[in-house]
């Protein structure tokens, strides 16, 4: 209603405002660390050149902002709770297929998958904001926000170290 301050502590205060951010410090870092390692992934598992390797990156990046609009409208539609559930549905198939994918096109079906998954739950957070916290939806969107660009920063080392410990990069 016009006050920050109170905006911010009463979505601090909001024990749903921290489960969303958990769900979008997942997805939005979650995208990032995957765009930032697919380049490597393509090089060393299928020998795509770098140049191969960044257009194939950049052309499947671009799924997860579609999806992201698609899944407002979805949201919309239907409740952002049901498409958040298929978004994590979409992230586990993506997922599964990828960790058994032998080829580079069964591999670009299941990161697609995957990223078409974390646009939709990138979208549906940010829907369920005025359901869940409805005084103070500006404060509660910042920290949601905030908190996702941190997964930016969060998700990539940690899954560079855990392909570390796998011994594939």
Same mark, same amino acid.
Request: net charge positive; hydrophobic share 50%.
């Given at each position: 209603?016009?006050?920050?301050?109170?905006?911010?502590i009463?979505?601090?205060?909001?024990?749903?405002?921290?489960?969303?951010?958990?769900?979008?410090?997942?997805?939005?870092?979650g995208?990032?660390?995957l765009?930032?390692?697919?380049?490597?992934?393509?090089?060393?598992?299928?020998?795509?050149?770098?140049?191969?390797?960044?257009?194939?990156?950049?052309?499947?990046?671009?799924?997860?902002?579609?999806?992201?609009?698609?899944?407002?409208?979805?949201?919309?539609?239907?409740?952002?709770?049901?498409? +958040?559930?298929?978004?994590?549905?979409?992230?586990?198939?993506?997922?599964?297929?990828?960790?058994?994918?032998?080829?580079?096109?069964?591999?670009?079906?299941?990161?697609?998958?995957?990223?078409?998954?974390?646009?939709?739950? +990138?979208?549906?957070?940010?829907?369920?904001?005025?359901?869940?916290?409805?005084?103070?939806?500006?404060?509660?969107?910042?920290?949601?926000?905030?908190?996702?660009?941190?997964?930016?920063?969060?998700?990539?080392?940690?899954?560079?170290?855990?392909?570390?410990?796998?011994?594939?990069?």
């Open positions: 209603k016009g006050n920050t301050k109170v905006s911010l009463t979505a601090a205060k909001n024990i749903k405002s921290w489960a969303l951010s958990i769900i979008y410090f997942s997805a939005f870092g995208s990032l660390a765009t930032s390692w697919l380049p490597f992934f393509w090089v060393s598992n299928y020998g795509f050149s770098i140049i191969k390797a960044g257009v194939v990156t950049g052309l499947l990046s671009m799924l997860s902002p579609i999806t992201r609009i698609i899944g407002g409208r979805l949201s919309d539609i239907y409740r952002a709770e049901y498409i +958040n559930m298929l978004a994590l549905s979409l992230c586990i198939t993506g997922s599964l297929i990828l960790s058994f994918s032998l080829s580079s096109s069964i591999s670009i079906i299941g990161i697609g998958i995957m990223l078409s998954g974390i646009g939709l739950s +990138n979208s549906s957070v940010f829907k369920l904001i005025p359901v869940y916290i409805n005084g103070a939806v500006g404060g509660a969107a910042g920290i949601i926000g905030g908190i996702g660009a941190i997964g930016g920063f969060v998700i990539p080392p940690i899954l560079g170290y855990v392909v570390n410990i796998l011994g594939k990069n």
